[in-house]
């Protein structure tokens, strides 16, 4: 009976050999000679199969077995490695196309629960008022603890106008919240403009797609149509945008930066993960597109430009930031970015699946890792919100470190946080409360007022506190110049 088991576990091993192979891991083992398998660990990984498809409470297929090892396989290095069966695959292609079902959340397992990383704008999780940090314990009536992230995300995916119960754990809170929303075709707009008075624009990217640059250039286009006279200043808005494709971020940022700049650059173990990706169509203008930039007013290049950015940006998000900050070619003003600077390949496998997987970190032009740090603005500018329910890279498990001294990023992130909250001085719990979202680029979105008051030459407001205590001053009893009854404050 023993050698019978040892006869199939040893093929068992032979099969799973074979199945690395068939999942395009044959250019890695070209690289690799075969005398390096680890073959005691397949043969343990083959006595493992056999056991739970012979003994196991249940029957098992071959194939969700397989899945489920390979998404194990996957989730055990970092919080952004994932595999993707067929389905998965597929809504991950027309999610970057613009177009999806589902809540509209970009997600990330933690502690065996789904945490938000930022709910997508104008999607029904951003309007019921889901907070990046949130984390999701029951999809109706069904424990999230136990799912693997694919599982948990095809749960909260459906037939549109469909209803979903999710509870969420929110830190602050003493008990668990309850959100009932509609699923909806998640039609995601990547690139919204106006012109908010005559000489400034406002442009905002809520994600980068695979149209996110000509997008943009059109909409540049008609904010130049519409304007009269010269640029005085530009508001671009990367608040609460999750990232995206890397050749959208080059198109963003080389429409705002001079010929051939240098962008971005990644550093991995393989030499396909070593780029350097610089203002230039070869970089951006890829897939066989037409260079969508070539017509751009050249304006563009020098207007001043005040970037906003929140805890919620991230990755793509990240490298416009840091490349308009390292060239000087904007202020970056809001609270510290999340943190994501690394780098992750979608590599299709030959049976419709595919692995999302982590092959490079990536740079600043002047060499910074943001990686687990974040961009930190020039102009802090506070939201109200409480920094503690902010999440960051650096909180979620087995996140890749910086490079570069992590002591010393671990300090300035100390700083970054104690300079939000005003020092040790205990916040307004007023500005700490749960509040729903903030119509970007409204009366009420304190930092686009204060990106406005820094392109004008306006003094800039650090903290909503700051305007809390200015209007709560008692209304003067004098008649301002020219005025005919007292100002009602």
Not at 345 to 369: E, H
Not at 428 to 449: M, N
């Amino acid at each position: 009976m023993r050698s019978k088991f040892e006869k199939f576990s040893l093929l068992g091993a032979g099969v799973f050999v074979g199945i690395l192979v068939s999942i395009n891991i044959s250019a890695w083992a070209d690289r690799t000679s075969v005398s390096q398998l680890p073959i005691d660990e397949l043969r343990v990984f083959a006595e493992v199969f056999a056991k739970v498809k012979s003994d196991y409470v249940e029957p098992v297929e071959d194939k969700k077995l397989i899945n489920e090892a390979l998404a194990g396989m996957l989730q055990g290095l970092d919080p952004h490695s994932t595999f993707m069966d067929a389905d998965a695959y597929k809504e991950l292609q027309a999610g970057t196309q613009g177009e999806f079902g589902g809540l509209g959340i970009e997600v990330a397992m933690e502690d065996g629960l789904v945490k938000v990383v930022t709910p997508i704008e104008d999607s029904p999780a951003y309007k019921a008022g889901l907070k990046s940090g949130d984390l999701i314990m029951k999809l109706d009536d069904t424990q999230v603890r136990g799912l693997t992230l694919n599982d948990a995300v095809k749960r909260m995916r459906g037939v549109p106008d469909t209803k979903i119960t999710l509870t969420v754990v929110r830190k602050g809170e003493d008990k668990p919240l309850t959100f009932t929303l509609t699923r909806a075709i998640i039609k995601a707009q990547s690139v919204k403009s106006k012109l908010i008075e005559p000489g400034y624009a406002y442009v905002r990217i809520t994600q980068f797609q695979e149209r996110t640059g000509e997008d943009l250039a059109k909409a540049l286009k008609t904010l130049r149509a519409d304007n009269k006279g010269a640029f005085k200043g530009l508001v671009l808005d990367l608040r609460n945008n999750p990232g995206g494709l890397l050749d959208a971020a080059v198109g963003v940022s080389a429409a705002f930066l001079p010929k051939d700049d240098l962008v971005v650059y990644t550093e991995g173990r393989v030499a396909d993960s070593k780029m350097r990706l610089n203002a230039t169509p070869m970089d951006y203008a890829r897939r066989g597109k037409s260079d969508y930039l070539k017509d751009l007013p050249e304006e563009y290049k020098t207007v001043p430009i005040v970037v906003l950015i929140n805890a919620g940006s991230a990755s793509a998000s990240e490298i416009v930031a840091g490349a308009l900050q390292d060239h000087k070619r904007a202020t970056i003003m809001g609270i510290q970015s999340f943190g994501k600077g690394s780098v992750q390949t979608i590599l299709p496998m030959n049976n419709g699946s595919a692995i999302k997987l982590t092959t490079a970190r990536y740079f600043t032009p002047n060499g910074r890792s943001i990686q687990a740090k974040g961009i930190v603005p020039d102009t802090i500018v506070d939201d109200g919100s409480d920094p503690s329910l902010s999440l960051h890279e650096a909180d979620l498990k087995r996140h890749l470190s910086n490079p570069s001294d992590i002591a010393k990023a671990n300090a300035e992130k100390a700083e970054e946080v104690k300079a939000r909250v005003g020092g040790d001085k205990p916040k307004d719990e007023k500005f700490a409360e749960t509040r729903g979202p903030i119509e970007p680029a409204s009366k009420d979105d304190f930092q686009f007022v204060q990106a406005l008051n820094q392109l004008k030459g306006l003094p800039v407001q650090k903290a909503p506190e700051a305007v809390k205590a200015a209007t709560d001053k008692p209304a003067s009893t004098e008649k301002p110049a020219g005025a005919e009854k007292p100002v009602k404050k």
